[in-house]
């Protein structure tokens, strides 16, 4: 008899980003003369930067002829592109990483859902709430949680970002194996100062732990203090891993196209305590299990390195970034408590009630799509996320909308 893995009925019924949509597809069914306004998921609309657009177009043409048809890609993507990143988002920043300590994929998404795999199923984990869902499912479907109970999974230590802390976690109370980071911060927009990724890398080293560093959102960063990259700060190389995405950077969500840094001094320990690398581990890993990014898709995001390439990616960021602005300002001026939509995308308001009732209210009274932060865990109970991802029309729209309905 077929049986399922166990671990998947411990998961709530549906991913949050698709029952959001289930309901607003509910919604639209019941109400077809609405326009609704998305600014729910963080999705981009604008179109490519031209630069990525003549770089595919070029290499799509290159894939027609036999002289320059490419067929399997090198595993770890082309040298071009891995050069490209290496030069511009980390050795131009005081972060030695190389070429080769980078792994070209089709999302962060994937990457931060797969790297657990190389884990011990008994690793102790250690993730924000509220959370990018993605971390703590894929722990769950490992077998490294027990049971949910009142929003929690038994096992996971859950590092709380409250109003209270200014929505950056304290140090684990425990001792943990793995930890969870992501910033800019999705879901609540809130950033971290270079001091204070140096408490995690070195409770990281300290611990003989990992962090695996989601910064997925660097490209919304204005604020010079602040670190892109884990890698700017002393000592991470041998305990941190990061992923980044060329998605909210040069709106690549459906292009695909993102990457992961693993130094090659990165290091985890057998049950015999000896020491294992990493790197070896994810190549090993990713020749097994994944065929690599398209030429052209590729070529496209080394464009986004271009001269041309890097003043369109930042007229991209910034349009969404000026969207961001006006949301927080608009909701500041209802009297909303908000944070992030600064160095981030995304503003996440304390709204005093439930966040499921404030989700409802919006769409039903004003036609307008948010995240309830609850469905990023507990902590989010009384939050809504509002992403920045729309054209101005519909921001400027939904914002007129949420102020007559709340009005
Ligand atoms: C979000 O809305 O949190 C993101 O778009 C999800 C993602 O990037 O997968």
Partial sequence: MIR???????LQSSYLFAEIKQRVDEYQKANPQTRVIKLGIGDVTRGLPGACIQAMHTAVDEMAEDETF??????????????????NDFQARGADIKPDEIFISDGAKCDTANFQELLSGESRVALPDPVYPVYLDTNVMAGRTGPEKDGRYQGITYLESTRENGYI???????????????????????????????WVDYARDNKALILFDAAYECFIRD?????????????????????SFSK?????????????????????????????????????????????????????????????QVQVRKLTDFYLTNA??????????????????????????GGRSSREIFDMLLNQAGVVCTPGVGFGRCGENFIRISAFNSRENVEEALERIQKALA
Avoid at 72 to 84: D, I, K, S, T, V
Avoid at 177 to 198: E, H, K, M
């Fill in 70 to 87: 490419r067929g399997y890609g090198p595993e770890q993507g082309y040298e071009f592109l891995r050069q490209a990143i290496a030069d």
């Fill in 169 to 199: 976690p304290d140090l684990p109370p425990e001792a943990v194996d793995v930890i969870y980071l992501c910033f800019p911060n999705n879901p609540t927009g809130a950033t971290i100062s270079r001091t204070g990724l140096q408490k």
């Fill in 4 to 10: 399922i893995n166990e671990h998947y009925r411990k």
């Fill in 224 to 244: 010079d203090s602040l670190p892109h990259s884990i890698f700017e700060l002393p000592g991470a190389r041998e305990v941190a891993v990061e992923f980044r």
């Fill in 325 to 350: 602005g006006m949301i927080r300002q608009a909701m500041t001026d209802l009297s909303f408590e908000c944070v992030g939509g600064e160095n981030s995308p995304y503003i996440w308001i304390y």
């Fill in 249 to 309: 950077t040069a709106g690549f969500t459906g292009t695909r196209c993102a990457y992961t840094v693993v130094p090659k001094d990165c290091r985890a320990w057998t049950a015999d305590g000896d020491t294992v690398s990493l790197h070896d581990l994810w190549f090993r890993r990713q020749s097994t299990k994944f065929n690599g990014v398209s030429y052209p898709i590729q070529r496209a995001a080394e464009a986004v390195y271009s001269p041309e390439g």
